[in-house]
């Protein structure tokens, strides 16, 4: 399974993107909106992503 999470710069989950996919090549795009569907506030941001006991973590930038 794979799993790609967004979080802030506290630490705090602001969106799950994926959750169970089938690992393979995937193209997603975050909308720059919060679980709750409420747009996130620019400014940086750290990605997750898990795919079996594969883990790696980016950062990136949300500009309004």
């Known amino acids: 399974d794979v799993r790609l999470r967004v979080y ?3 630490g705090q ?3 799950r993107l994926v959750t169970g996919q089938r ?3 995937v193209s ?3 909308d720059g ?3 709750d569907g409420i747009d996130m506030p620019s ?3 750290v990605y997750s992503v898990q795919a079996g ?3 790696d973590s980016r950062k990136m930038t949300l500009l309004r």
Request: proline share 0%; charged share 30%; aromatic share 14%.
């Open 8 to 10: 802030d710069s506290r």
């Open 43 to 45: 400014g940086t941001y």
């Open 53 to 55: 006991t594969f883990r």
């Open 13 to 15: 989950l602001v969106r």
């Open 33 to 35: 909106r919060n679980d």
């Open 23 to 25: 690992v393979g090549v």
């Open 28 to 30: 997603v795009v975050w």
